[in-house]
């Protein structure tokens, strides 16, 4: 059932930028349809996202999975790193596909770039949604006097070594981590699902919760294409080399619209504002974690839908 669901939707493979690009592409009826780019992070893949994509048949709709993930080479020649994975993203998009502009959305590892995108390429970028919004430098978040702001990071870096033990072992020792996943499915199985328990917006200490947001059956098929793919080593990749200390992002011009996710409830709305020059919407969502577009799909594709028709208007 899940090979049958993956393949209702066309994918396609591209030599680009040092990578062989897989990529799932979602084409409207309407040739005039407003084009979106739609990442995922970690440890989800492209085929997290698909549901929130079949709910856009207004938009072509281009899921990616990005280098180093699933059935995406890694670079041969260089980090995966934000800008990087910005340009490939962006070369796909123009280069490959022939939009002349676009949405763009990220999640988690793609957060940043969404941002560099939105960022680096006005000219392409017609508007950004982001459930991740923009977090500073470290460098930049010890300059932050605003008491608001400065408790949401104290909150997040509090959280983060209480349960950052996965980052920081990506991070440090991701081949020998890898080697014992690829070895063993249920451990493979068990790495990713405490992510998705944890991160899902679903009740503390009830495991089975995160069921009602994200279906077993797609649980499972993440671990799967995981497995298949012997993915796991190049998808911690991006904590190993550089993704995760991001370098300084200029402030974003484009039109924005920032829906924040319910584990990051706290986030202060003057940080979205002094990097979303022309933040069009604000609002925190009330259901819906880490994993938005999975989670709650409807509600999602309603929100693009009202954002893309208001850049139409103005």
């Known amino acids: ?14 030599d680009l930028d040092g990578s062989t690009l897989h990529f799932a592409h979602l084409r409207s009826e309407r040739a005039d349809a407003p084009a979106l780019l739609v990442m995922h992070g970690w440890p989800h893949t492209f085929a997290l996202q698909l549901d929130f994509a079949d709910l856009l048949p207004d938009f072509h709709v281009v899921v990616p999975s990005l280098p180093g ?5 890694a670079y041969a020649d260089a980090p995966i790193e934000e800008t990087r994975l910005a340009a490939t993203m962006d070369a ?10 676009y949405i763009t959305y990220g999640e988690d590892v793609s957060a940043n770039v969404n941002d560099v995108l939105a960022s680096r390429r006005p000219d392409h970028v017609r508007g950004i949604v982001a459930t991740h919004a923009h977090f500073p430098t470290r460098s930049e978040r010890a300059a932050l006097t605003d008491p608001r702001e400065k408790a949401f990071f104290e909150r997040i ?42 991160w899902s917006d679903t009740p503390a200490g009830d495991p089975r919760a995160v069921e009602r947001r994200i279906s077993r059956d797609r649980i499972l098929t993440e671990a799967m294409i995981y497995w298949i793919t012997q993915s796991i080593a190049t998808s911690f990749r991006p904590y190993h080399e550089g993704a995760d200390l991001p370098a ?3 402030p974003v011009e484009v039109p924005a619209a920032v ?34 577009v999975a989670e709650v799909p409807a509600a999602m594709a309603e929100r693009i839908r009202r954002f893309v028709a208001g850049l139409a208007e103005s």
């Open 1 to 14: 059932g899940r090979e049958r669901w993956l393949n209702a939707h066309p994918q396609f493979l591209v």
């Open 69 to 73: 993930f699933a059935f995406s080479s």
């Open 92 to 101: 796909l998009m123009t280069d490959v596909l022939g939009y002349e502009a």
């Open 157 to 198: 870096a509090a959280d983060h070594l209480a349960h950052g033990g996965y980052g920081h072992v990506q991070a440090t020792r991701p081949d020998t981590l890898a080697t014992a996943l690829n070895d063993s499915p249920a451990g493979l199985l068990a790495w990713l699902t405490e992510k998705l328990v944890e």
């Open 248 to 250: 300084p992002i200029a």
């Open 259 to 292: 829906y924040i996710q319910r584990h990051e409830a706290d986030y202060p709305e003057s940080l979205a504002r002094a990097f979303y020059r022309d933040l069009r919407e604000f609002e925190r969502l009330e259901e819906g974690g880490h994993f938005t």
